[in-house]
């Protein structure tokens, strides 16, 4: 029988932590790149490296992929899969049982405070905000395409965390009032991809991110009373 196959595009942070988590299950796992010290590092995680520069065989596995999460952010010139792989991806959309886009809670814009859900119109208030809705309507506007976008807030995790960065000894409290964000583990990303999976419902859009929301001095000032740092430089 066939082994599920899962197609990644991008392997970065969030990308390899899926990847971490999803290793040891019986899928097909290929995953794109540009450079080929990233390929060796997916062979020994398990996945099946695609050069970036080869189009026709990352269009071969787009043909029988059933699974396909999206995590390059779009550029001034848009989304690169989207302007290279559309077509490919069209073609398949009907045969797709997941496609998965990451996208940002930026494209909110600023709401002064006030909490969001994923019924406030996006109203982007940055240029990468601006960038990501357009990446979303993109694919939103593929028929039959079974897309799930889900909007990430501030990422932490293994060596990208307030701890990592105080212990480096370039964290300073800046205070900005009236400023409040959430957050959220990169493990906590990759489990909720896999339960998208795993239940998927096609057309729905996820705010992926902690009730928790704080300033980031906050953060920064607890993290370093729980290592017992010296007070950290305020700006």
């Known amino acids: ?104 809670t930026s494209v909110y814009g600023n709401h002064d405070g006030k909490w969001v859900d994923e019924n406030i119109p996006v109203n982007p208030s940055s240029n990468r905000g601006l960038l990501r809705v357009k990446a ?21 995790g293994p060596n990208r965390s307030p701890l990592d960065k105080i212990r480096s000894g370039k964290a300073q409290l ?11 583990h990169v493990e906590d990303i990759a489990r909720v991809l896999k339960a998208s999976i795993e239940m998927p419902s096609h057309g729905s859009v996820y705010n992926v991110c902690d009730d928790s929301p704080a300033a980031p001095d906050e953060v920064l000032d607890y993290a370093a009373k729980l290592i017992n740092y010296p007070d950290l430089p305020k700006v």
Request: charged share 20%.
């Open 1 to 104: 029988m066939k082994r599920p196959c899962l197609l990644i595009f991008g392997h970065g942070y969030t990308a390899n932590a899926f990847a971490d988590y999803i290793r040891n299950i019986d899928w097909e796992i290929f995953g794109t790149t540009r450079n080929s010290q990233t390929a060796d590092l997916l062979i020994k995680k398990g996945v099946k490296p695609l050069m970036w520069s080869d189009g026709s065989k990352i269009k071969s596995v787009i043909n029988r992929a059933d699974y396909i999460l999206h995590s390059i952010p779009p550029t001034e010139i848009g989304d690169p899969v989207y302007k290279r792989f559309s077509k490919a991806i069209m073609s398949r959309s009907t045969n797709l049982s997941w496609f998965g886009y990451l996208s940002t």
């Open 136 to 156: 979303e309507n993109n694919w939103s506007n593929i028929k039959d395409l079974p897309l799930h976008i889900f909007r990430l807030a501030g990422i932490y």
């Open 174 to 184: 800046i205070s900005k009032p009236g400023q409040f964000f959430s957050r959220i």
